[in-house]
């Protein structure tokens, strides 16, 4: 064809949906039809509560639904009438069998080739959105040639997504870069042309890069390796700091203020999270594994140790402080979703630092603006998180509606997610409602430690060490013997 006019993406989830609704938006000539196998979430997406949260996504929805953009469980039928296929699905780490816990879970997206090849005649422009390993298109145009004559007229693409959780809109509105990758035969850079006229509606030309698959797709897991290498090392060196005097915020300026260096994502935190950043470093710890490249795996895997680290740091820190005894003490927990603006909890730090309390046999209050109760319950008894039942866990936790109720009558408040609104929680009624010392820990240093210290609290932090008063000497702790 000359130009796209009808678009499938398989996949209904934090990628698809909000990439979809973009394209929607900004190409109405072009029908964008969103299909999943999970009539759940596609019934969600057809209803006023959409299934994930993104500021300004609810607006841009309402708006092309029932015109240019549907949602149908029937991928088929998405798929025949498609000239373009989005390939969006899960590509979670094995859990099972060879490379289990680090390599890429390919199975939905061999599924889906399965599917295209099956249905699928003509010519189609099938694109890889999903993360994979380098070379997986490969095993995806295999498939089509190995069962379906008509596939031979299929291309395949990559064209891997960079959208942050929280801000995806503006990022899908105004992305650095839109990443192309195809063969660099006369057919694949057809195809080539084709994509980047769909984005070319909205996205200037010079952010749109094309370049051969096998680098386009290392693109994406080197870019993330990158992203969480800054949040890590930024992280290491908050450790540095707790124990010296030195604030991390103070250290991240001035490092960042060289511009070979740049400001941006060195906020050092509890930790990061995200369905990404670790899925996708143990991609590529694999994919070097694989090729014989032992000190290239074990270099990326640092990554992953320092931030596993810096997590169950902060949560033996919260157990010293509280006289290394915090068995049936409430402590109230604010945030439990990976970042701010996002309902989103895969693999948020937030989980290891509860599961670490609850054994401890901490009561935890919890409050997230955006995470629901069973989302909560889920994660903590989900197998291999807390070595406790899930009995037992449910009984510890309880939800809060409100922060307030969440901080009454407890020792302690934990921020582990860096949500606006608590920087202008109403502190100075809080520690009237808590037990003394009331000590608040944050993960995410955001709040105003100097004022809460004059409301009474104690105060630790990532990356900054306050000075307690003498009686009680222990908090500046045996692991700061050359400072006290
Ligand atoms: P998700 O789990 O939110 O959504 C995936 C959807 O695919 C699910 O709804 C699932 O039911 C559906 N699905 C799986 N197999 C299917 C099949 N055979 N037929 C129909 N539907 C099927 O995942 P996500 O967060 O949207 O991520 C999708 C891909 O994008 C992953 O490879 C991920 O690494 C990558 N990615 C994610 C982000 C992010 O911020 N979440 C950013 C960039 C890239
Ligand atoms: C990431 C990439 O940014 C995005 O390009 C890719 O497409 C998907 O993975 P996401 O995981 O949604 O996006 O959010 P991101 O903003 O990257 O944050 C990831 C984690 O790192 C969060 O837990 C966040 O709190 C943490 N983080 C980020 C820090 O701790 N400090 C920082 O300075 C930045």
């Known amino acids: 064809p000359e130009s796209i006019r009808s678009i499938c993406c398989i996949g209904a989830g934090y990628v698809g949906g909000p990439t979809c609704a973009i394209i929607a938006h900004k190409c109405p000539e072009i029908t964008v039809t969103v299909v999943d196998k999970n009539p759940i979430r596609i019934a969600q997406w057809n209803s006023d509560k959409l299934p994930i949260y993104e500021p300004g996504l609810q607006e841009i929805v309402m708006k092309c639904r029932g015109k ?57 422009v099938v694109v890889e959105k999903s993360t994979v390993p380098v070379r997986a298109a490969a095993s995806i145009s295999e498939i089509f040639g190995a069962n379906s004559p008509a596939a031979s007229n299929f291309q395949v693409l990559s064209n891997p997504e960079f959208l942050a959780e929280g801000t995806a809109v503006a990022d899908l509105l105004n992305p650095d870069r839109v990443l192309i990758g195809g063969s660099q035969t006369p057919a694949g850079l057809e195809a080539i042309a ?112 320092m931030n596993d680290f810096q997590k169950s740091r902060f949560a033996k820190k919260i157990v010293s402080r509280l006289f290394n005894t915090i068995s049936n003490k409430a402590i109230a927990v604010f945030g439990f979703a990976f970042k701010k603006n996002t309902g989103d909890t895969r693999e948020s730090p937030a989980i290891s630092v509860c599961a670490h309390l609850l054994e401890e046999g901490a009561r935890l209050n919890i409050y997230d603006p955006k995470v629901e109760t069973e989302q909560i319950l889920s994660d903590l008894c989900h197998p291999g998180v807390c070595a406790l039942p899930r009995e037992r866990i449910e009984n510890l936790v309880t939800t809060h509606a409100d922060p307030h109720s969440a901080a009454a009558n407890t020792h302690a408040i934990v921020v582990l997610t860096e949500w606006d609104e608590f920087k202008t929680l109403d502190y100075e009624k809080m520690i009237k409602s808590m037990l003394r010392p009331a000590w608040v820990f944050d993960g995410r240093k955001i709040l105003d430690h100097e004022r809460l210290m004059d409301l009474g609290f104690y105060t630790e932090c990532i990356g900054h060490r306050y000075q307690r008063p003498q009686f009680y000497d222990h908090c500046n702790g045996p692991e700061f013997p050359h400072f006290s």
């Open 194 to 305: 084709l994509l980047t006229a769909v984005y070319s509606h909205w996205v200037a030309p010079e952010r749109i890069v094309t370049m051969n698959t096998w680098s386009s797709e290392l693109s994406k897991l080197v870019s993330n390796a990158f992203l969480a290498q800054r949040v890590s090392s930024i992280n290491a060196v908050s450790a540095i700091c707790e124990a010296t005097g030195a604030d991390i915020s103070e250290v991240a300026e001035a490092v960042g203020r060289d511009s070979r260096i740049g400001s941006k994502f060195l906020q050092a935190s509890v930790g990061f999270g995200g369905s990404c950043f670790q899925k996708d470093i143990l991609n590529l710890v694999y994919v070097s594994e694989c090729l014989n490249l032992p000190e290239v795996a074990q270099y990326w895997m640092q990554v992953i140790v």
């Open 68 to 124: 240019n953009l549907f949602y149908s469980t029937n991928v088929e039928e998405g798929v025949v009438n498609a000239d373009l296929i989005f390939i969006s699905v899960n590509t979670p780490t094995k859990t099972y069998g060879a490379g289990k816990g680090r390599a890429a879970d390919l199975t939905h997206v061999e599924s889906c080739a399965r599917i295209i090849a099956g249905c699928a005649s003509g010519y189609k």
